[in-house]
């Protein structure tokens, strides 16, 4: 009971200090850029670890650990696609993405690809958000499966329950504050993600990391190998591929992207790339040891066993530390959870608020219209995620997943060549975006041989040569969208 008060009473306090944060980011916001892109005025470090945070999201505290716990360093390649490709979308696309939203004057991602190639039609822009819709409901309710989860675990509650308490909670603060609310908080929830992978697994070590290494041979050599699964059983190039591949759908992630338009200066951006690779490195290391050292513990420990990988964070903070301290480190799954589902509404709310209200409902819509409709929206969609987090049927990691491939393989493309590529099109762009999105669906419901390869690698691979293709064979850029280019590559130059 008092270990239930001291852990629970941490919680609120926690809770309390993001509300906080909520109401002061909701005094400065002032318009819709303020709302969707906090006035473009992030530094480095809320630039970074916002981006990490919402990344990550409560798969780094439960699907990663448990992944390595039931795999062992198998692990690696997965974290290791995501790391490299987190360098890579900060170094490939953040100053040209934000210069060249500033070009177009875009606020969402939708926008930008519609003001980009004059689509004037509007179809980039309604499909776009139809995609962010779609793959973002299946990221949201894995989040909030996540919060049922820890919820469940450490306090007892009824999952539907810990689920709607989650759910309040996250809308609380992305409703009132919009980005600044949810980029600051993502600065606190990111440290507090960091720190308590890195602190769990040290003082749970039984020795050096040789010893950890020792230990695991003792248990199960295979778990030590890179190339051969728990079992003994080679890994497949196409097992190999698909977890390196998870690194590719960086290029494509909305609320990723949004950090890079948010910031202040391209400057800022270099500053920013660095403090964000290091923070992933740490924070997917630790991750990783937290999963290989709670192997360690259960087996070292009869008394214990464990049904759900996932949840081997919990359980070691729960035996480890007191019960204060393990307030503490369980709110650090709050966190991830909180950092990315907060990111997630809001991105999902400026697509119906920017994308389908303002272009299609009222295009003359005021810019308080525009926020209010956005806020409406966060709980609207709040609800419906909601709904298909009630019956989980699949694991943190395996509903984030999907939604991953489908925003890399839509948008991942069109984003790149978009950036690069002057010869692209409307009618390319249109064509990646659908394709892309169109093979993670297809791809996702078929099974055996080559289909056992996750969907991102040939929904990325069809919707470039899709673009490229669509591009080619019709007509080029009209005068209006060849001067924007040229004007952009002056501005890259200019703002660097």
């Known amino acids: 009971m008092e270990n239930s008060f001291a ?16 109401v002061i980011a909701y005094q400065r916001t002032k318009s819709s850029t303020d709302y969707f892109l906090g006035g473009r005025s992030l530094g480095p470090w809320p630039a970074a670890l916002s981006a990490g945070a919402s990344d990550m999201s409560g798969w780094l505290l439960l699907g990663l650990p448990g992944y390595a716990y039931a ?10 696609g995501l790391l490299l ?14 210069t060249y939203s500033i070009t177009t004057d875009s606020l969402t991602i939708p926008e930008f690809f519609a003001r980009r190639f004059n689509d004037k039609s509007k179809m980039i822009q309604t499909i776009s958000a139809f995609f962010i819709l779609l793959f973002f409901l299946f990221y949201t309710s894995s989040g909030l499966v996540a919060g049922g989860k820890l919820f469940e675990t450490v306090f007892g509650l009824d999952y539907s329950t810990a689920v709607i308490i989650g ?28 720190a308590a992978l890195l602190i769990v697994p040290i003082a749970t070590m039984q020795g050096g990391f040789g010893d950890v290494a020792n230990q695991l041979e003792e248990i199960n050599p295979e778990l030590l190998t890179l190339w051969n699964d728990s079992k003994g059983q080679p890994l497949s190039a196409i097992a190999i591929i698909s977890l390196a591949a998870w690194g590719l759908g960086y290029f494509g992630q909305p609320h990723i992207l949004a950090r890079f338009k948010a910031t202040r200066s391209n400057k800022d951006l270099t ?12 924070s ?36 480890m530390f007191h019960p204060v301290i393990a307030g503490i480190l ?17 991105v999902s709310s400026s697509a119906l608020a920017e994308d389908f209200y303002k272009q299609v409902i009222k295009k003359d819509a005021s810019s308080d219209e525009i926020v209010m409709v956005g806020r409406i929206a966060v709980v609207a969609i709040s609800v419906v995620a909601l709904i298909l987090a009630m019956t989980p049927d699949s694991t943190v990691l395996g509903l984030v997943s999907y939604a991953w491939a489908g925003f890399g393989a839509a948008f991942g493309p069109a984003m790149i060549l978009s950036l690069y590529w002057s010869r692209m099109n409307r ?41 490229i293709g669509v591009s080619l064979a019709t007509a080029e850029p009209d005068e209006t969208v060849k001067a924007q280019h040229q004007k952009f590559e002056k501005q890259l130059i200019e703002l660097d």
């Open 7 to 22: 852990i629970t009473t941490t919680f609120i306090a926690y809770l309390i200090l993001m509300l906080a944060i909520g």
């Open 71 to 80: 795999a062992g360093i198998e692990a690696f390649w997965l974290a290791g």
């Open 85 to 98: 490709g987190t360098w890579a979308n900060w170094l490939i696309s953040a100053k040209r993405l934000r």
């Open 167 to 194: 759910t309040v909670c996250v809308v609380s603060y992305t409703l009132f504050g919009g980005f600044l609310a949810v980029s600051w908080t993502d600065l606190v929830q990111g440290l507090l993600m960091s």
């Open 271 to 282: 500053t920013a790339r660095r403090i964000a690779v290091i923070w992933t490195a740490l």
């Open 284 to 319: 997917m290391a630790g991750a990783m040891m937290v999963g290989l050292v709670g192997l360690i513990y259960v087996q070292s420990t009869g008394s214990l066993s464990l049904d759900d990988g996932e949840k081997i964070f919990m359980l070691l903070v729960n035996s």
């Open 330 to 346: 369980l709110a650090a799954i709050l966190a991830a959870i909180m950092s990315t589902a907060d990111s997630q509404l809001l």
């Open 427 to 467: 009618n390319g762009a249109l064509a990646g975006i659908i394709v892309g999105g169109v093979t993670i669906v297809v791809w996702k419901q078929l099974s055996g041989g080559l289909f056992d390869m996750y969907e991102i690698v040939p929904g990325i691979i069809f919707s470039t040569l899709a673009i």
